[in-house]
């Protein structure tokens, strides 16, 4: 059985982009999902200083676990300013500094969830970049706008237009995830 590892890169308590991330794993049939909250992975802020007085926290190792544990990964980006949320940023850094393939070349769906109409594209187009220069291997992505409008968590993505591209990005995380093919293979 495959392993999934999902999370919401926020540390909102009722994160929607926890809920998306949960959403989006638990519509794989033969898999387990892993549903990290960031709160639980509290550390400080990245800085040279901090990592050569006290070393790597503790924290960022376990994270680094569920990683390394995982088949396939899902993060479901909130959006502040137009980037990633300061939790996420800084979880990032410090895992770039213990592998810069954080990733490990593992097929990634990368989702962004917002109320508004944008449906926080730009972080999600920071992501596409970000998380494919450090080991992921982004075979899927879907932004969901108006997330009130188009979303609930009994019935999911509501809107058919919304819910017909997001099971188009689930089918490409899927084949990438039980066939071990990357996105070029997926393409081809």
């Keep these: 059985m495959k392993k999934i590892l999902a999370f919401g890169a926020s540390n909102s308590r009722n994160s929607i982009n926890k809920k998306i991330a949960n959403h989006t794993g638990l519509q794989i049939e033969d898999a387990t999902i892993e549903l990290l909250d960031l709160n639980d992975f509290e550390m400080p802020i990245f800085s040279v200083d901090i990592e050569k007085e006290t070393g790597i926290p503790e924290a960022v190792y376990r994270f680094k676990s ?5 088949d396939g990964i899902i993060i479901s980006f909130a959006e502040h300013n137009g980037h990633y949320t300061a939790v996420f940023k800084n979880l990032f850094d410090w895992l770039t500094r213990i ?3 954080v990733w490990q070349n593992k097929p990634m769906f990368l989702l962004a969830a ?5 449906g926080a594209k730009n972080v ?3 992501a596409n970049i970000d998380m494919g220069r450090k080991g992921g291997d982004i075979v899927a992505a879907f932004s969901l706008p ?3 409008d188009n979303f609930n968590e009994n ?8 819910k ?3 099971e188009e ?3 490409r995380f899927r084949k990438a995830l039980f066939n071990n093919i990357s996105k070029a293979q997926i393409e081809n």
Excluded: K, V
């Design 164 to 166: 017909n591209a997001f």
């Design 114 to 118: 917002a109320p508004g109409s944008r």
């Design 169 to 171: 990005q689930l089918s």
């Design 124 to 126: 999600l187009d920071i």
């Design 99 to 101: 592998n810069r393939n």
């Design 66 to 70: 569920y990683i390394d544990e995982a």
């Design 155 to 162: 019935d999911g993505i509501t809107e058919p237009n919304l």
């Design 146 to 148: 108006s997330i009130w």
